[in-house]
Structure formats: C-alpha cells, structure tokens
C-alpha cells in the first residue's frame, strides 16, 4: 500500500472495503478506490453524471456503470480520503452557498477531485454541483433518477436523517480530526438540503427542494444530452443504447435497497473514526482515571502533596 497516504487514510480503505463485504445484501458492491489508485490515478474523462437526488437509485445506477466499465465517485469515495477530498468538497461548498474567499470551483477544480472516475453520483457532488458540472463538462452525458417524493423523504428518513442524527458524531469529531472534514460537510449539506429536517415541518422545505430541483435540472441541460431515468421501468437497455454501450448479457440490472444500506455502510465510517478517537481518548483517560483514583486513596496526604507542589512550583 501506498506510503504516500496517511496511515489514518490506509486503514480507512482495509476497513470499509471488509465491512462492505460483509454487507451480504449488496453483492456485487466494489470495494472503495484502494491507495495507489488514489495516489496515482490514470486521468479519465468525465462521460457519465448521475443526478439524481441521493436515495433515487443512484447506487444501483453507479454498480450498473461499474458493470459496463465505467468507475463511478460517490460518497464513499470522498470518505476514503476525508483529509484531501472532503477538503476540497467543502472549500467548494463555502465558495458557492456561504461567501467563502475561494473561487467558484469549475471544470479544472472538480477535474482535480474526480481524477482517475468517469462517472458520478451521490454527494457530495449531486445535487449540490449539478448544474456546475453539467456547465463544466458539456461532452458527459447526464442520467436522471427520480421517485414519487414521499417516498424518497422516507427514504431519506430512514438513511441520511438517521445517520446524520447521531448524538456521537459530535464527540467522535471532537476526539478524531479524520472525522471532522466529514462532517462540517454533512452539517453544509443539511443547511442546504434540509435533509435532516425530514422528521418535522421541515418537510415542506425538503419537498420544495425535491421537486425544485428537478425542475431545474431538466430546464437547464439539452435535451440531448439528458436521460430520464425510470426506476422499475427503464434498465440495462435504455442506459445502453443511452451511452452508446453493449447491453451486458445474461445480467439484470442492480436492484439495491438504499434505505437498508446507507446506514451499515455510515457505520463502517463510524467505527473507523470512534477506533482512532478511542486510541486516542482512552489512554489519556486511563491515566487520568488511576491519578484521581490514587489522589482518593491518598487524600489524607493530599494537603502535603498540594504544600510540596507549591514549594517546587515557586522554588
């Protein structure tokens, strides 16, 4: 493995790459990116942009590419390299919705980060930068998954609200600073989205927000450019004859249920960063634990402990 990325970054890839395997209702998942592809990775022209809302279909669609030869960038792959990737992703969530000082990221700056993909779904690209990287890459073509909007707020209830409303990711960033980038980009997108308001009143925002975008998405790109993804209906043939790609045979399209996965795979990334916090914290805990306890047990002496630290202090 590559001793160009962090130690931190190395143990990340060896251990979401096994707890995805044992995710035995997603077979076929491919691993995440594996250090020398990230450190090293062949430049490949953006062809395909899936923007679909997250939790529309877009993993299906990214392991339906994946099948056809294409290496999809999504959130997992951003997670990989929280320390390089969330980094920009969120230099370029400032420019854009929080009057950030850096420039605008266009084609060269998302080209950086999606270096080495030809495809991308999912946050934290989409839906944030959807219109950007339909502007900044006019040859890809565009895939748009869509569902009824109740049921995607359920969805995202039941994934993204869930996971984002953990009470101890606070504490887990507070210890671990690989977790951090992480998540100033989540508390972004939900500021944004209003994802994690799926729960309350807030739904009126999330369906506004829902139904708006897709609106502009299909205002905004040619048409010729652009195919409406159905789910259930369209599959392997629409999206070839779409690309311009063989059908593959003997095989369905991926049928993957995103409610169910997004939690486990947050929870490989969860004990990744509670491990290094946990490394970090207990020890220091220990120790700090066996001082008070031997203060207790001494706490006759205490007075002569605190008289001698003076004297020392001052000597």
């Known amino acids: 493995m590559s001793d160009l990325l962090p130690i931190e ?53 990214g392991l339906a590419l994946g099948t056809l030869g294409y290496r999809c960038y999504n959130h997992i792959e951003a997670c990989a390299v929280p320390e390089r990737d969330m980094k920009s992703w969120n230099e370029a969530l400032d420019a854009k919705f929080f009057g950030g000082e850096g420039k605008r ?78 998540y100033r980009e989540s508390r972004r997108m939900e500021k944004i989205s209003h994802f994690a308001d799926s729960h309350t009143a807030g739904k009126r925002l999330i369906r506004a927000h829902y139904t708006d975008y897709y609106a502009h998405i299909r205002k905004v790109c040619p048409k010729e450019r652009l195919l409406d ?21 003997g095989q369905s399209y991926p049928q993957i249920n995103e409610s169910k996965t997004f939690v486990p795979l947050y929870s490989v990334w969860w004990w990744y960063c509670f491990r290094l916090a946990a490394q970090k914290v207990l020890p220091r805990a220990l120790v700090g634990g066996i001082a008070m306890w031997t203060l207790w047990r001494r706490r006759r002496d205490l007075p002569g402990y605190l008289t001698s630290l003076k004297a020392f202090l001052l000597y």
């Open 229 to 249: 993804f159905k789910l259930g209906v369209h599959g392997y043939k629409e999206l070839c004859e779409f690309l311009g790609e063989k059908e593959p045979e």
């Open 9 to 61: 970054s190395q143990n990340f890839h060896r251990m979401a790459n096994s707890g995805m395997r044992k995710l035995n209702f997603m077979p076929g998942l491919p691993p995440v990116a594996n250090a020398e592809f990230i450190e090293d990775r062949e430049k490949r022209p953006i062809r395909v942009l899936c923007l679909g809302m997250p939790r529309t279909g877009t993993m299906s669609l």
């Open 105 to 182: 990221y266009g084609r060269n700056e998302f080209a950086r980060i999606l270096k080495g993909f030809d495809a991308v779904a999912d946050g934290p690209a989409v839906p944030y930068f959807a219109e950007d990287l339909i502007e900044a890459f006019p040859e890809a073509k565009v895939v748009l998954t869509e569902r009824p909007v109740d049921d995607w707020i359920r969805s995202i209830s039941n994934s993204v609200a869930a996971a984002w409303g953990w009470w101890s990711w606070p504490l887990v960033v507070w210890a671990e600073p690989a977790a951090a980038e992480w």
